[in-house]
C-alpha cells in the first residue's frame, strides 16, 4: 500500500517555511583469528580482554580489524562514504577500511562470487550485481543475514531500536529475501519526473498538472516548441519505469481496487496482465506515437539523457532525486531543480502516486567471514543510521530515513534541492508516495525470460513502432508458469 508524505516528511515542511528553505585492489588479512563473542540475540557480547572493550557493544578496543569494501560508485558519489569510514574510524581506531570503488563494481564482485575464495572476497559490498546473481547468491546463503540490527539500539538514541527511529514502512518496503535481510537501508529515495523550474518558469509551463488530459496538453505544448518532452536513457531502458511504476497502484485506487491490486502485486500475480499495468503501457505507447520521447533514445546512457535537461533539450528527464548528485559538475548556474509525477486521473485532487524507494547506501556482508570482521561490519551498517552520518548523505543525495532527521533544522537545510522538489510537489499535489518492491523473488528461467521480453520492448514502445499489449501476453503466459510451478 501507499503511504502520505507524513512523520519526517510533514515535519521538514514546517521547518522549511519557518526558515524559507527550499530546498546516487584488495589486499590485507582476514582480521583475527580470535572470533568476537555475541549473546543469544546476535548483539555483540563483552569479551574477557581485561575489559578494554567499547561499551556500547562489548568489542574490543585493541583488537586490530581491518574491513574490505567493494564500493559501487554511483550517482551519490564517494564522499559520503569516505565520510562514514572517517567518522567510523575516528571513533573505533582500531578499525581501519580498504575500499575498491568503481561504477562497475558488480562485474568485479561477480568475478570473486565466481571464484569462490572467500578470503579474497570483499568484506562487505554495495548490493551490485549483474543480473540475478545477487538474489541467487542470497538464496544459497552466501551473505550474512542482517535482521538482527532492526533490534539493536542506534547509537545516537540510546534506548530505541533501529526498527523504531527509521521511517513508516522502512521494513515493508526494504529489500529482503524469504523474509530475511541481508541488507539494511540507510537512505531512500523518489522517482520520478526531474527540469529546470528556471525554464519551465521562463517558457510559461504547467509545473503541476492535475490531470491526465493537462500533462498530456503539456507534452503537446512542449514538443511544439521543438523540445524534447520526456527524456530516458535507452541503454538502461528500464529508467523508464522510474516516471510510471506507480501508476497501476495509482489507477487501482481511482478504481476502487487498490487493495486487491496490491495483493496480487506484491505477491507477483498477474504481473502483466493486469488491466491497470496494460492500461500503463497503452499510454506510454499512445506518448511514443505522438512523438513525445527522444529520437534515437537507445543509444543515449542515463547521463547523456540526463545531459538534455540541463542543455534544455529536453524538457523532463525520468530519473531518480540523486540526480542533482550525480550531475552537479555539470549542471549551469541558474538551473533549479524542480520534481512532478505523471498524474493518470481525471479527476482534480485525486491522489497522485510517487515511487519511493528504499536502500540507498545499502551495504551486504559476506557469509564466510572471520566472526570479528562481521561484527565490525554490522557496527559500521548501524553507524550509518546515526543522524549526523545521516546529515552529510543528505549533501549528497541521499534521502534520511529517520523519523526524528527534521528536528534539527541544520539537517534539512543540507538537503539537495532535487529530493527537497520531491518533497514540495508531494505536500503541495496529494502526493502519496508508494513502493514498487515486491514480496518474492522469481529466479526462474522462464521469469527471467519474461522480464527479457519486457525489457527489449521499451524503446520501441517509446517510438511508436511496436504495440506492447501481445507482448504484455507472452510474458504472462511464461509467469503463470512460473508460478504454477511454485504451488
Not at 126 to 145: C, M, R
Not at 185 to 206: Q, T, V
Not at 370 to 375: I, N
Request: with cysteine.
Amino acid at each position: 500500500m501507499g503511504y502520505s508524505a507524513k512523520s519526517w516528511t510533514a515535519k521538514l515542511f514546517i521547518v522549511l517555511l519557518a526558515f524559507a528553505v527550499l530546498v546516487g585492489c584488495s589486499s590485507g588479512g582476514k582480521g583475527t583469528s580470535t572470533p568476537a563473542p555475541t549473546s543469544g540475540t546476535g548483539t555483540p557480547a563483552p569479551s574477557d580482554a581485561g575489559g578494554d572493550v567499547y561499551p556500547e557493544n562489548g568489542l574490543s578496543k585493541t583488537e586490530k580489524v581491518k574491513i574490505k569494501w567493494g564500493y559501487w560508485e554511483n550517482g551519490y558519489g564517494r564522499a559520503w562514504a569516505d565520510n562514514a569510514v572517517a567518522k567510523f574510524t575516528e571513533k573505533y581506531p582500531n578499525v581501519s577500511f580498504e575500499m575498491t570503488s568503481s561504477p562497475v563494481i558488480r562485474d568485479l564482485i561477480g568475478t570473486k562470487m565466481a571464484a569462490k575464495n572467500d578470503e579474497d572476497m570483499f568484506d562487505i559490498i554495495s548490493p551490485s550485481f549483474n543480473g540475478d546473481e545477487g538474489t541467487i547468491a542470497q538464496q544459497a546463503g552466501l551473505f550474512e543475514d542482517l535482521s538482527d540490527l532492526w533490534e539493536r539500539e542506534v547509537p545516537d538514541a540510546p534506548g530505541k531500536k533501529l526498527k523504531d527511529v527509521v521511517l513508516d514502512n522502512t521494513m515493508e518496503y526494504a529489500a529482503k529475501v524469504d523474509g530475511k535481510f541481508y541488507q539494511i537501508p540507510m537512505g531512500a529515495y523518489s522517482l520520478g519526473l526531474f527540469y529546470d523550474k528556471a525554464f519551465f518558469k521562463e517558457k510559461g509551463w504547467n509545473t503541476a498538472p492535475k490531470t491526465y488530459s493537462e500533462f498530456m496538453a503539456l507534452m503537446e505544448t512542449i514538443k511544439a516548441d521543438g523540445i524534447i518532452p520526456i527524456t530516458y536513457p535507452g541503454v538502461y531502458a528500464t529508467y523508464l519505469y522510474f516516471g510510471f511504476t506507480m501508476k497501476p497502484f495509482e489507477l487501482a485506487e481511482h478504481q476502487g481496487n487498490l487493495e486487491a491490486f496490491t495483493k496480487d502485486f506484491r505477491a507477483g500475480i498477474n504481473m502483466y496482465s493486469a488491466p491497470e499495468y496494460k492500461e500503463m503501457w497503452s499510454r506510454i505507447y499512445d506518448m511514443g506515437k505522438k512523438g513525445y520521447f527522444p529520437p534515437g533514445v537507445a543509444a543515449l546512457n542515463h547521463t547523456q539523457s540526463q545531459m538534455q535537461i540541463l542543455q534544455h533539450k529536453a524538457a523532463l528527464a525520468a530519473t531518480g532525486d540523486w540526480v542533482e548528485n550525480e550531475m552537479i559538475d555539470s549542471t549551469p548556474d541558474g538551473f533549479q531543480w524542480g520534481f512532478m509525477a505523471i498524474p493518470f486521473s481525471e479527476k482534480a485532487g485525486d491522489p497522485i502516486w510517487v515511487e519511493n524507494g528504499i536502500g540507498s547506501g545499502s551495504l551486504m556482508i559476506w557469509k564466510n567471514k572471520p566472526d570479528l570482521v562481521k561484527a565490525w561490519a554490522k557496527e559500521f551498517n548501524l553507524f550509518l543510521m546515526t543522524n549526523d552520518i545521516q546529515a552529510v548523505n543528505g549533501e549528497n543525495g541521499i534521502a534520511p530515513i529517520r523519523k526524528d532527521f527534521a528536528d534539527n533544522a541544520e539537517n534539512v537545510a543540507k538537503l539537495q534541492q532535487a529530493p527537497q522538489a520531491v518533497l514540495e510537489y508531494v505536500k503541495n499535489n496529494n502526493g502519496k508516495f508508494g513502493s514498487g518492491v515486491r514480496d518474492v523473488v522469481f529466479s526462474e528461467p522462464d521469469a527471467a525470460k519474461a522480464t527479457k521480453m519486457i525489457t527489449e520492448m521499451i524503446v520501441e514502445v517509446t517510438a511508436g513502432k511496436k504495440d506492447p499489449l501481445p507482448v504484455l501476453e507472452e510474458a504472462d503466459k511464461l509467469m503463470k508458469k512460473v508460478i504454477e510451478a511454485k504451488k
